[in-house]
């Protein structure tokens, strides 16, 4: 029927139904309706259809169009937005600074890597805790169905003395990557762990 449109629509799913039962024969209709399912699942199909070989091409308003390969259309999928945000490496003696995410949400109850939203909110903790910068920068980027993450990972070091106070202020744990990784992280946690030993 050559319907240049997305047929996932609500008025073409009516049409193709009010067709369907206008061609269906009242005699042997099981028949007819097991061969075009062959048909469809066999020559017909949405990609590549075998159209020289078909019974029906005679009757294709899509093949006599020459629209063949266009059809059936499919709505384009929408890109998923990317959002950004700073993640920051702060290491001690062998162990990095992870926190707990809460049980609800992205990511529940995994350990995480400090994620901030805004450069601000990083230099702010960064000036305000003494997080000496280390020259390592790197990004990775992450995908979820509905968006994309870009994190920009930041590597700090703190002196030993610090430690604890930073656990106590950041709410957080102080554990070397295997040991976060047993506890359970986040698949992109993996990858910045992997990226930042590269």
Not at 3 to 29: F, G, V, Y
Not at 46 to 68: N, S
């Amino acid at each position: 029927f050559a319907i240049e449109d997305d047929l996932s629509k609500p008025q073409h799913e009516r049409e193709m139904w009010k067709l369907a039962e206008e061609l269906c024969p009242t005699h042997r209709n099981h028949d007819y309706t097991q061969a075009i399912m062959d048909l469809g699942a066999t020559i017909c199909t949405p990609k590549k259809p075998l159209c020289l070989y078909c019974p029906m091409q005679a009757h294709c308003q899509a093949y006599q169009q020459g629209l063949e390969q266009e059809l059936p259309f499919k709505k384009p999928k929408k890109t998923p937005p990317v959002k950004t945000a700073d993640v920051l490496i702060i290491q001690c003696e062998g162990e990095w600074f992870w926190q707990q995410r809460q049980a609800h949400g992205l990511w529940g109850g995994l350990f995480c890597l400090p994620i901030l939203e805004n450069e601000h909110e990083r230099l702010s903790i960064s000036q305000q805790y003494k997080l000496q910068p280390q020259a390592q920068t790197f990004q990775i980027s992450h995908s979820f169905t509905h968006f994309t993450w870009l994190l920009n990972a930041h590597a700090f070091h703190v002196e030993p003395d610090q430690k604890e106070h930073l656990a106590i202020e950041l709410e957080g744990q102080w554990l070397s990557p295997e040991q976060a990784i047993a506890k359970g992280v986040p698949t992109a946690m993996k990858k910045l762990i992997s990226t930042s030993r590269s």
